[in-house]
């Protein structure tokens, strides 16, 4: 009989981390996830697929511990002995980081190194193989050098996230070439969905959508509309994370859908899919704008798609619409043409039904 794979992810209650779980169950997986101590619940995202742990059934675990606590994070390794880490946790706001530039240091870029120095005495120690997964960032790249940008692409980082992640970086390349460690770094462009942070700007402007939609909203703020991303569905993107860990030889990849848009089209499409014209609700205000700008990103996937056959399987226009839907049915409302092909949260009888999307 062959044992259950147990992985260990950081994050776990984010975007990336939500889907990352439903996908490794899916695959047999145990899951273990670190969650931070907050005042109020901060567990909605995983909610749908917690089960209690008294539970015979149960296959995911929530354990309490902070990036920035690296006695825990020993504590949780030696406890749980995964065999794969998937390190998503992170203050991963690039504007907030300007305003709290030391702990976004310390939460991405010792936190990475803290759990590096973890793993590499466990290994050290019992002989076993852990599998580490880095979650870098097309951020790294900042200021144009290439287009579109690639593994060997310069990183030119232009906020404290994007310089913590550029250090997180180095170190997983680092270990892995000092202590044979098997850790690879994604380098993930934008990925959305509906379950993206709302302070994001894909998803602030699809819950606005919806807000206007229901009446309950009049403006949308935005800062600088002219910046260009590549932006990609995060379930695809977490596929990616997976198949790297699953790979001969350690290795890092850009994964990204090698289109780029601007912050304008992404309001022209979702804006236009509500019969509505974005210039009549959405106004300048400069607190949205960073010190330093990152203007132009573009990723060039080959690499994976030759190495890990990985593709992504959403196009742009897909991604918003599929968006605006989900912020509108989290509203009770549906859009003039149908719903996405998926589960989404569902408003019945004044109270939300939590299904995965
Ligand atoms: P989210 O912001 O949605 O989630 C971040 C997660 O990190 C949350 O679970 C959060 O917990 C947790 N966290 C924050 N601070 C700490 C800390 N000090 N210790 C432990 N956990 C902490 O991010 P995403 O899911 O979008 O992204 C996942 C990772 O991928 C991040 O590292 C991000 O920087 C990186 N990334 C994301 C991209 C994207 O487009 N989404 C692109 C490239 C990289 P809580 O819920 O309690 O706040
Ligand atoms: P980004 O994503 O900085 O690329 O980082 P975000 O959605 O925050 O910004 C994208 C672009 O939109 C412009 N923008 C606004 N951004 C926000 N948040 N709010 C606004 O009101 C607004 N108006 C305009 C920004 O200036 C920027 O140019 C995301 C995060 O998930 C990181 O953690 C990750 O590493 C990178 O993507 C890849």
Not at 139 to 155: C, L, N
Request: glycine share 6%; hydrophobic share 35%.
């Amino acid at each position: 009989m062959t044992q259950t794979k147990r992985a260990l992810i950081t994050g776990i209650t984010g975007q990336d981390g939500s889907y990352l779980s439903e996908f490794l169950l899916e695959q047999g997986y145990e899951v273990h996830g670190i969650i931070r101590r907050t005042s109020t619940f901060n567990t909605d995202r995983i909610d749908h697929i917690y089960v209690d742990p008294h539970d015979t059934q149960a296959k995911l675990f929530l354990h309490y511990g902070d990036l920035t606590d690296g006695t825990t994070l020993r504590r949780i390794l030696e406890q749980v002995q995964p065999v794969e880490i998937y390190n998503l946790g992170a203050q991963s706001h690039v504007r907030v980081s300007f305003d709290s530039p030391e702990y976004t240091v310390d939460s991405v870029g010792m936190g990475t190194l803290r759990l590096l120095e973890a793993i590499r005495d466990y290994q050290q120690r019992t002989g076993i193989e852990v599998r580490f997964y880095q979650a870098g960032s097309s951020e790294m790249f900042g200021k144009v050098q290439d287009i579109p940008q690639k593994e060997t692409t310069p990183f030119y980082p232009r906020s404290p996230y994007a310089c913590a992640k550029v250090y997180a970086h180095w170190q997983t390349v680092n270990y892995r070439e000092s202590y044979d460690l098997f850790a690879c770094n994604g380098i993930l462009f934008n990925h959305e969905s509906p379950r993206r942070g709302e302070t994001f700007v894909t998803r602030k402007i699809t819950r606005a959508i919806a807000r206007i939609v229901a009446g309950t909203q009049k403006k949308l703020y935005l800062g600088n509309l002219d910046s260009k991303r590549d932006w990609g569905y995060a379930k695809d993107y977490v596929r990616a994370m997976w198949l790297m860990l699953q790979q001969q030889e350690a290795d890092d990849y850009v994964i990204a859908t090698g289109e780029t848009h601007s912050i304008r089209e992404f309001l022209e499409i979702s804006f236009n899919y509500v019969n509505l014209k974005w210039e009549d609700y959405v106004a300048f205000d400069e607190r949205y704008l960073r010190p330093a700008e990152v203007d132009l990103l573009i990723g060039d996937p080959t690499k994976a798609k030759e190495n890990l056959g990985w593709e992504p399987s959403v196009t742009f226009e897909e991604l918003v619409h599929l968006m605006v839907e989900a912020d509108l049915a989290v509203l009770g409302l549906s859009s003039p043409n149908g719903t996405p092909n998926d589960q989404i949260l569902l408003l019945k009888d004044n109270a939300y039904v939590r299904q995965p999307m």
